[in-house]
């Protein structure tokens, strides 16, 4: 169970160049973060559209044509929304058995695993003919992203040199903006075609499962992984191949070294039980909660949803999400560019406020201006589209990246790839509780529900100030020592007895 990830670009810098392999490597990888994005993306378009609704949902299509019944409520239905979350649920279960097969199998086979379930989900629900082929569809797609998310960031980590591990972890969240922007796209444009427009937007995922498919046959497995399956010759080749210089022993023999100590951990699950690993276990999965409880998905997956139900056209609020999206994908260059230089918890602290700010403002235009049957103003729509706006930007420089980045590198060596399956699952489990309370949410909390999230701002935003320690420019390796041991909370965790085992990973 050895997984080397670096992330903060301090681990002990080998010889080695960016070669051109590597880029290929992580381009080809990071598709896989596109198709999560594109899924994210796709859903709230899809159950926007009519013929969609039509085939699947007759009910909620009757109550969204007699909207000014009901503005909050029309898309109140637990089976639309089972049709969203049930991707996370199958990917929640997923991840678990992705850990296995990238421990047993290697990254590379976990992959091509997730493409093939992907193309089985965009098969399935782009030809659907009822329900239960629609979901069964999804939970294929869910059982991609399970496999996907486990396997892309650990292998975008250990296949990066060290010193351009931070950049390049960013660039799986980089990819789910970007596939989130082009499913709002697709969404925009297939509206207009009828009837089978859904299929289209649904089986556009294909595009990218296929590039995943063949592209990962070009792809070698990370050094770390052959070695941990004591394929140690073969592991040797890979890196000379990914680092393009000759002398390579060094960063060899300290993955050997750290695949040693991780082997003697016979079950990583347990020991991530144990005190010493509370801090990142912790702070792991409460990221999970916080990111998704920010309400980012709320706007992702009912953008479209949501503005009209704040009283835009189908297609001025397909239009809307396209702008947020785009929003989205710029914002986290910044997140790229800044993450090593103000550190983590000025990004995340940074956020809180401002989202928080944002939310407020939101939430008090709906409830005074948009009574239960009403629509906005243009006046007010175009304020609550820009607070949007500025609130996805907040995200996607903080809680959006952070939730990946920093699971993924303050777990020690031997329990890093099973504290990083339960962050992910834990990630996949409140995205699907979004997903399926979100609706029902705002059809009895009303314009409550951007009050919800506000409180549950002010909590993330009070636990980052005191429980989330500045991991930028600490050694991987040495957060125990940096980081855990001088807190003034998490060091009642850190036992004189561990620190035996620490102190000889730490001479490797
Ligand atoms: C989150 C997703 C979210 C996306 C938005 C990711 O980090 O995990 O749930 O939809 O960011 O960009």
């Known amino acids: 169970m050895a997984v080397v990830v670096s992330s903060n670009g301090n681990a002990p810098a080998f010889e080695a160049k960016m070669t051109v392999y590597v880029f290929i490597c992580v381009m080809i990888a990071a598709v896989g973060g596109l198709i999560f994005g594109y899924d994210i993306g ?78 089985i989900g965009v098969g399935l629900s782009a ?25 892309v960031p650990l292998f975008l980590s250990e296949i990066a040199p060290a010193q351009l591990r931070g950049g390049l972890n960013i660039v799986f969240q ?56 004591n394929k140690n010759e073969q592991g040797k080749e890979a890196l000379r191949k990914i680092r393009g210089v000759e002398d390579i022993n060094d960063e060899y023999e300290s993955i050997v070294h750290a695949c040693d100590i991780a082997s003697q951990v016979k079950d990583p699950y347990r020991k991530l039980l144990k005190p010493a690993s509370r801090p990142p276990f912790i702070i792991g999965m409460l990221l999970q909660l916080f990111q998704q409880f920010t ?74 201006d948009l ?5 906005l103003g243009k006046p007010q729509a175009l304020v609550v589209v820009i607070f949007v706006c500025v609130y996805v930007m907040g995200f996607a420089w903080s809680w959006g990246p952070l939730g990946w980045l920093i699971p993924s ?6 329990t890093r790839s099973a504290g990083f399956a339960v962050a992910v699952s834990c990630n996949m489990f409140f995205t699907f509780v979004i997903a399926q309370a979100f609706l029902s949410m705002l059809c009895g909390m009303r314009s409550g529900i951007f009050f919800f999230f506000s409180a549950w701002i002010v909590v993330m935003g009070l636990f980052a100030m005191f429980f989330i320690p500045e991991t930028k420019g600490v050694a991987i390796d040495d957060m125990r020592e940096s980081v855990w041991k001088p807190h003034w909370f998490w060091k009642r965790y850190m036992l004189p007895e561990d620190d035996h085992h620490d102190v000889e990973k730490r001479s490797a």
């Open 174 to 229: 980089l990819m789910v903006t970007i596939g989130i922007l082009i499913a709002n796209l697709v969404n925009y444009f297939t509206a207009e075609v009828h009837p089978n427009g859904w299929r289209i937007a649904l089986g556009g995922a294909g595009v990218p499962a296929v590039i995943l498919l063949f592209g990962s046959l070009l792809i070698c497995e990370t050094p770390t992984s052959l070695i941990e399956r």
């Open 42 to 119: 796709i859903s709230g378009g899809v159950t926007a559209m009519d013929d969609f609704l039509k085939e699947f949902f007759p009910a909620v299509w009757e109550r969204k044509k007699h909207a000014h019944e009901n503005n909050y409520c029309k898309y109140d239905n637990q089976f639309l929304q089972l049709f969203t979350s049930s991707l996370y649920l199958a990917a929640l279960v997923a991840s678990f058995a992705a850990s296995a097969t990238c421990s047993k199998l290697g990254r590379k086979p976990t992959m091509q695993l997730a493409s093939i379930f992907f193309l």
């Open 127 to 151: 030809g659907a003919v009822n329900l239960v082929m629609l979901i069964i569809g999804r939970i294929f797609l869910g059982f991609g992203v399970g496999f996907g998310n486990q396997a």
């Open 371 to 375: 009574g239960t049957t009403g629509t």
């Open 409 to 414: 590198e303050t777990f020690p060596l031997e």
């Open 295 to 368: 309400g980012i998905n709320a706007i992702m997956f009912y953008a479209p949803v949501l503005f009209q139900t704040v009283g835009f056209g189908t297609d001025a609020a397909l239009l809307s999400a396209v702008v947020t999206g785009t929003i989205n994908v710029l914002s986290t260059f910044v997140g790229i560019y800044l993450v090593d230089k103000t550190g983590r918890r000025f990004l995340l602290l940074q956020s809180s406020v401002h989202m928080l700010i944002c939310q407020l403002i939101i939430g008090i235009i709906l409830a005074k």
